[in-house]
């Protein structure tokens, strides 16, 4: 039977960039002529997606898939944990929700997952000849090395040999690698054949020293310093640069960052007008006066709604509802443009609130989750929008409430609200957003905006691929990959 070589990029700590050398390790390999796939045992992401089989997996194995040239499969993530609290989590085995766990409970439980984690990955090692393992956090958090199965753990079950990264733009990358191996178990340092710097800027000459005095204390090479490199490609980390308020462009699109803000990728095409700024506000006084406002998706409606409301927020956006700016909710942002949200199960805390009272829908929520594909063409819209008619669109719904929402689009006025996550993924629909926005400004749209999203992406992938593999000792790389452990 078919075994795959694997290799696992661990990382100092969350953010070292982890989840991008991945892509780019599987582009690199895939380029080589390889068949290839990502996994990672465990993520804990609020970004998710539904796969062609209707089952949900974290964003991060989505776009390694693709820079991978394959079909996601949530046997890529077997388990994904998306945060309710700021101590528990919904968890999702094999793509389908097994329950909220407080972290304590989870902590003892997850032993119990090893047998799925298992055959996820043996079953993608039987059908491929490389695959690429991402690590979580950092494998020298102590109080959390018992029993684990995302770092070192997942490392001895495939029997991996590990890439440590490190985050030089963060400062202390020295002392984060040194520190990491120190912490770790004599056969654990074992498994950690080569080190890397990530997000190195300026002139690599000047680390030269460095890097040979971290070789003799580790006693393992360097595999090479990565640049900073700017690519447009989705990340799901809540560290994530889109998350900030940027400088206003022509048009301003304003997207509220709820506190458990998911999906928040499915914005993305708005970045890529040179035009256009897609701002993530968390105040009234970063919010301004856009253009459009969306409401995004959102692991626990009911409880950001209340900090929309306590924030001030939910005011301003009536009032700019009010004097005909576009708002547009995506999945959660739709439930709380709603009249009302109950909870008679307790799926969210229970209770029922009052909505914004913008869309005419009420939203029941019950422990029962829709996932599905769907796709279509836009039909029916007035307004602003009303471009948008004729253009198809594909995308996925993941949602605890159900609203009798029955068309893609729900429209009320300047009001538009949807249940699909990547609705403006398609070519041609956020051309015709931006067109619509620039039209009610008085403002030209340049037809040289338009492009071919999917082969933008493949441009994105192979920058990435590109870079890394001239920054990697590629020879290194492949030499650990044959060897093992």
């Known amino acids: 039977m078919k075994k795959a070589k694997p290799i696992m990029v661990q990382g100092t700590m969350s953010n070292a ?21 990502p996994f990672k045992s465990q993520n804990m992401a609020l970004n998710s997606y539904i796969t062609s089989e209707g089952l949900e997996m974290g964003r991060a194995q989505v776009v390694q898939a693709e820079a991978a040239g394959v079909e996601p499969s949530v046997l890529m993530n077997p388990i994904l944990l998306k945060p309710t609290t700021d101590v528990g989590s919904q968890v999702i085995v094999n ?53 684990d199965i995302v770092n070192m753990g997942m490392a001895k079950m495939a029997r991996s040999p590990v890439l440590l990264v490190g ?39 000047i680390l030269a020293p460095g890097l040979d005095q971290l070789r003799d204390l580790v006693k393992i090479p360097c595999a090479g310093v990565v640049p900073y490199v700017t690519v447009d490609i989705d990340d799901e980390d809540s560290l994530s640069e889109r998350l900030t308020a940027g400088a206003r462009r022509e048009i301003d699109i304003a997207v509220i960052s ?14 890529r007008f040179s035009t256009v700024s897609l701002r993530y506000v968390k105040n009234v006084f970063e919010l301004g006066n856009p253009d459009m406002i969306i409401l995004p998706g959102t692991k626990s409606t009911i409880s950001d709604l209340k900090w929309l409301r306590q924030s001030g927020l939910e ?32 799926t969210e805390g229970g209770g029922e609130m009052a909505g914004m009272g913008l869309l005419p829908v009420d ?17 029916g819209l007035a307004g602003v929008f009303s471009g948008l008619n004729g253009l198809a669109f594909s995308g996925y719904e993941i949602h605890m409430g159900k609203s009798g929402v029955n068309a893609p689009v729900l429209e009320s006025g300047n009001v538009y609200g949807s249940y699909i996550h990547g609705l403006f993924d398609e070519n041609g629909v956020a051309e015709a957003v931006v067109s619509a926005l620039c039209e009610r400004r008085g403002l030209p749209f340049d037809p040289e905006a338009v492009f071919d999203l999917r082969e933008y992406k493949e441009s994105q992938y192979e920058r990435l691929a590109k870079t890394v593999r001239e920054a990697l000792d590629m020879d290194l790389i492949y030499k650990i990959l044959e060897e093992g452990i």
């Open 258 to 271: 709820l506190p458990r803000i998911s999906n928040f990728t499915d914005f993305s095409p708005f970045s």
């Open 167 to 205: 985050d030089i733009d963060r400062g202390g990358v020295f002392a984060q690698l040194y520190g990491t191996v120190a912490l770790l178990e004599p056969e654990e340092r074992r498994m950690v054949k080569a080190t890397v710097i990530n997000k190195f800027r300026g002139d690599v000459s």
């Open 315 to 346: 005011a301003r956006i009536l009032k700019e509802a009010s004097r005909g700016v576009p708002v547009f909710g995506i999945c959660g942002g739709l439930q709380m443009l709603g009249n009302t949200l109950s909870d008679p199960e307790g």
């Open 95 to 147: 793509g389908e929700v097994r329950g909220n766990m407080p972290a304590a409970d989870y902590f003892r439980y997850k032993k119990e997952l090893i047998p799925d984690i298992l055959r996820a990955y043996d079953t993608l090692a039987s059908q491929n000849d490389i695959i690429v393992i991402e690590g979580a956090g950092s494998p020298a958090e102590i109080n959390l090395k018992a029993d």
């Open 17 to 37: 960039g982890k989840s991008l050398l991945c892509a780019a390790l599987c582009r690199i390999f895939r380029q080589d002529g390889y068949s290839v796939a």
């Open 363 to 379: 939203t029941v929520f019950s422990k029962d989750k829709t996932r599905a594909r769907t796709r279509g063409e836009f039909s």
